[in-house]
């Protein structure tokens, strides 16, 4: 059973406000007991574990200068006074 | 002027000099004014900059001047890809202001090519959804009957090519989202091998499935699209050597001697009766042309469901989280508010279908949860990917419907989320374990709408896959799209 508190707890990790919490319980809860199967499937153990262990690959720590310093990124920005970006107080 | 050739056949008829580039695209932007209210495909239309592109291209082939393989091409792309200076707004209220300082790689390849870009085609929001109703821009309508979806998330992309709009269109798939509209409204489309085609601008929804795929009339268009933009790119680390691959080669093969398996999970309960006796008509049309087919098992594509909305879920979440509407978004005032409560009003603002899997994604990689769900989803994977290599030393291709059932009415199961998410259970195997798949139109349902077959090969055999497709194109003769 999925309630009220837990989906505000979801809402409130994926920082998002949720209007109409009660219609999300629903189908978060049917949605769920579906995954439920996942948990009954059985394993064949040292097969099943091969795509974990695919490696990263990285590319070369390497400092790139933006084309035109940057401009064509900056003037595409929400931009306040003074060329800089409003944000909400930190608390 | 014909506009409901394929590209293939666009080509030759510009090197002839029957048609020009700008009369062609002209004629197309024509075709969108009078059918998008209908249909609502696009989300912007770049028609000024189009034909004045087209100008240049019928210029520089006057003069004899080289030019790009495309010929003047006119191509839609899917809104979750990068386009400079056109709107990228992955059908979302968050990005609806958003244009992106850069070309994802696949359009830069096509610019190069001298493709013409027509403009962004609509999709449900962030590629997530089945249908294309979930765009915040509102639904795509299918052409074929315009009460009915036309299958998702790239429905722009499979409509703008159904419906003689574009002659091609790149989309994405992430658990079909590429096959479905192909299926639904009757062309070509493929999700080629995970890491053939750079993901480098596209917008990022479950980075680990997801890969950019291109819809055509024809296979051979998809053929001619998949060998500019497929290869390594410094961009995308997860891009893979296709060496000399040329896609367009030996398209005519044939199938003869060819072992094609039935995935038996993906043909029994649930299926509707036409997409099954269009599925027997298939195999013993490749039976005909000399195929050797049988029935295979594949037992773990009954949990992969489960496990693509468990990973596709937790990916989403993550990627999602970056969204504050502070360097770029829409306009909402940050006066008065402390971040955490700015960030929550505004991302209140994601749809539905976003929420939902978001909260989902939270859900199963929270403490206490990881290890029934995502770790368990995790090694759903690695079955599938384990059986399909067990099925791949006995076949060269496995086939089964790209969708369970016909297309349906708009609106119809917006509101069961789990029904819809049911429905990519035959598509969501190649994205799990990153094989190749593609969507062939093969027959129309006695309601006039779409059936496509779905034909699927092992990691990098896009060559074997596309010959395929080729051959099951040539026995169909189906009808013009009626719209």
Known sequence: ?91 | MNLGISATEFLSQVREGNVSVEEFVAETIDRIQKVEGKIHAYLTIDDKNALEKAKMIDKKIRNKEKVGSCLGMPISIKDNICTAGLKTTCASKMLENFIAPYDATVVSKLKTEDAIILGKVNLDEFAMGSTTEFSYFGPTKNPWNIEYVPGGSSGGSGVSVSALESLISLGSDTGGSVRSPSSFCSVVGLKPTYGLVSRYGLVSYANSIEQIGPVARTVEDVAFILNIISGLDAHDNTTLDKGNADYTKDLDAGVSGKKIGMIIQMTGDGIDKEVASATNKAISKFEDLGAECSSISLDAVEHSVAAYYTIASAEASSNLSRYDNLRYGFDFGTEGYEFKAYASKVRSNFGPEVTRRMLLGAFVLSTGYYGKYYLKAQKVRAMIKSQLDEAFKKVDLLIAPTMPILPFKIGEKIDDPLTLYLLDINTITANLSGIPAISVPFDISSSGLPIGIQLLANTLQENKLLQAAYALQQTTHLPKVPL
């Open chain 1, 1 to 91: 059973m999925v309630e009220r508190k837990q989906i505000e707890h979801l809402g409130n990790l994926v920082k998002i406000e949720l209007k109409d919490p009660e219609k999300y319980i629903k189908q978060v809860e049917q949605i769920l007991s579906y995954f439920e199967r996942l948990d009954k499937v059985e394993f064949d153990s040292d097969k099943m574990l091969r795509l974990e262990a695919s490696v990263n690959v990285l590319r070369e720590d390497k400092h790139e200068t933006y084309a035109d310093d940057g401009k064509p990124l900056i003037e595409k920005l929400k931009k306040d006074q003074n060329n800089f970006i409003r944000a909400p107080k930190m608390v």
